[in-house]
């Protein structure tokens, strides 16, 4: 198969959209681009054995590789317009090219994102999603708005997706963890959530939010570095998952949700005249001064690629 017969037997079909006026086939693709919104732009690499073991299932490694994608879409409030994806290919392996272009289509389906653009290429297993989105003019959300007194929120449960990978990688075979707690836990990491609802609703509403990729701790140091403020967190009220706290108690579980990373779920300020949002929890405020003190304790702490 030659490179084109892969582009059009794996990557042609999902072009199609209410805002794509010209998809896969021609040098760049076009979008539309509703009037009084304006165009945001995100882009994400997922590596082998860096973002994913390089032997899950492939139908995953296009889930989440999307989902890693479109949860910065959610964390400024866009609206999902369409994605492109520029993947390098060790070898021509049909098999593995057919699972992964159907977890593909299950994410652009999910997260309303169509794949209208990419490039195809030898090399290591590696891809690129640059993903696209709107958002009515002067109602992006943006890391630096937290103020003092303001409430700080996180949608959904942390910790999961760290150690759904550490299960998948083999280090926790020490433990007795139940059958379908293992499933939702490996569902996790390898089928994130991305909260493009949530975002959306936080429009005009959140101060500052930021999608939670590098753990807790780090991503609430971004927000408070581009804000100008201190966050202040309890960790008894960080919420937690009843399978992960059933598969290794409070403490550990704390520990990852703090530092673990890829939960993808959002990290936002409200005024406290906001009502919290369903699904999300008050697990702190934001008060004068700098960096995030949980626990009463200045912490940093979480995924760096080069530490
Ligand atoms: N090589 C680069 N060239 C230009 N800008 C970059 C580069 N790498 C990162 N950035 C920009 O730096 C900022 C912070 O990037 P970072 O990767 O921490 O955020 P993110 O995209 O939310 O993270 P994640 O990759 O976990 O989704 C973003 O605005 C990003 O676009
Ligand atoms: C095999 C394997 N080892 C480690 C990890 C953990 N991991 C990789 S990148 C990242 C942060 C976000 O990255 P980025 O900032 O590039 O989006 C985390 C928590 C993984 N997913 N797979
Ligand atoms: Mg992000």
Redesign the pocket.
């Known amino acids: 198969m030659s490179e084109f017969d892969i582009i059009t037997h794996y990557f042609s079909s999902l072009g199609a959209g209410e805002n794509v006026r010209l998809s896969v086939g021609d040098d760049a693709a076009a979008l539309r681009v509703d009037d009084g919104f304006e165009l945001l732009v995100s882009t994400?690499?997922?590596a082998?054995?860096?973002?994913?073991?390089?032997d899950l299932f492939p139908e995953d490694i296009a889930y989440?590789a999307v989902a890693?994608a479109a949860s910065d879409l959610a964390a400024m409030g866009a609206s999902p317009l369409g994605m492109t994806l520029a993947i390098s290919l060790p070898e021509h392996d049909s098999l593995w090219l057919h699972g992964f272009s159907q977890g593909l289509a299950s994410a652009s389906r999910d997260f309303n994102l169509p794949l209208i653009g990419g490039d195809t290429t030898r090399g290591l297993l590696s891809m690129t999603l640059t993903v696209m989105g709107q958002c009515p003019e002067g109602q992006k959300l943006l890391r630096s708005g937290a103020r003092p007194t303001d409430l700080v929120c996180v949608s959904g449960s942390l910790g999961d997706?760290?150690f759904g990978?550490s299960m998948l990688?083999g280090n926790e075979r020490g433990l007795d963890i139940d059958f379908e707690d293992q499933e939702y836990l490996l569902s996790r990491?390898s089928r994130p959530a991305s909260r493009i609802e949530l975002g959306e609703r936080l429009r005009a509403q959140a101060t500052s939010c930021i999608d939670i990729?590098?753990?807790l701790l780090a991503d609430a140091t971004h927000i408070a570095n581009a804000s100008g403020c201190k966050l202040v967190i309890d960790s008894a009220l960080i919420p937690l998952s009843t399978e992960l706290v059933a598969s290794v108690g409070r403490a550990r579980a704390i520990e990852l949700a703090l530092t673990?990373?890829?939960d993808f779920e959002l990290l936002f300020t409200l005024p406290e005249s906001v009502s919290v949002p369903d699904h999300c929890t008050v697990i702190g405020f934001a008060e004068a001064g700098e960096g995030v003190l949980c626990d009463g304790v200045l912490k940093r702490g979480?995924?760096d690629?080069f530490h």
């Open positions: 994400d690499t997922s082998a054995g860096v973002h994913f073991p390089e989440k890693a997706s760290t990978l990688q990491f990729s590098d753990g673990g990373g890829e979480g995924y690629h």
